[in-house]
């Protein structure tokens, strides 16, 4: 009787065991169509299919510092170009979509400084833009974010001899910091 109670228990545990590994397909299919609704950044595209071409003017500018809105044109382009299906066209009027982008604020604000001299070692940049992406044909706004901003951080040589001017390299960073993020706004549209 031992022994038949043993063989019982094995054809139990047995049966249960196919029975999961029968239901193993039906819980990966449930799984697949369930999603959890995440995924990686920077690759999605929730523009329309319909636009191929996307116009990117300089931007304009209502701060008095000129370089950034300058450089932020031509930063964006490449960020475009490198990342995404668009082509970029230098007249709005023969592009499928046309990216605004206005310089709102710039500031530029010690705020470590040097015990000795009394000098600025650490300045913080900030930069603030409009940026609206319009469909040509039907003017209608695609994405629009009235006040995306970015912080940036730079030291400075407090010694005379070895004095190096940061500030252009600052800006450059932060017009590319802009240019990524912006890009990244219009492809996830959030």
Known sequence: MRSWGRMESWALVGDRRQGRVASLPYLL???????CGYHVTGHGDTLP??????AIPAFGNTTTRQTLAR????????????????KIMEDPNQADAVLHGILTEFSVNPIIFDPKSGRATTVHVRATIQISLVERATGKTIV?????????????????????DESG??????????????????????
């Open 71 to 86: 450089l932020l044109a031509a930063d964006t382009t490449r960020e475009f170009i490198s990342r995404t299906r668009f």
């Open 49 to 54: 299919k319909t636009l191929n071409t996307i």
């Open 169 to 190: 390299t600052a800006i450059r960073r932060v017009s590319q910091s802009m240019a990524r993020a912006v890009v990244s706004t219009i492809l996830e549209n959030f």
């Open 144 to 164: 629009s974010r009235p006040n995306m901003q970015w912080d940036e951080r730079y030291e400075v040589n407090v010694n005379p001899q070895a004095y190096f």
């Open 29 to 35: 299919v449930l799984a697949l169509l369930t999603g």
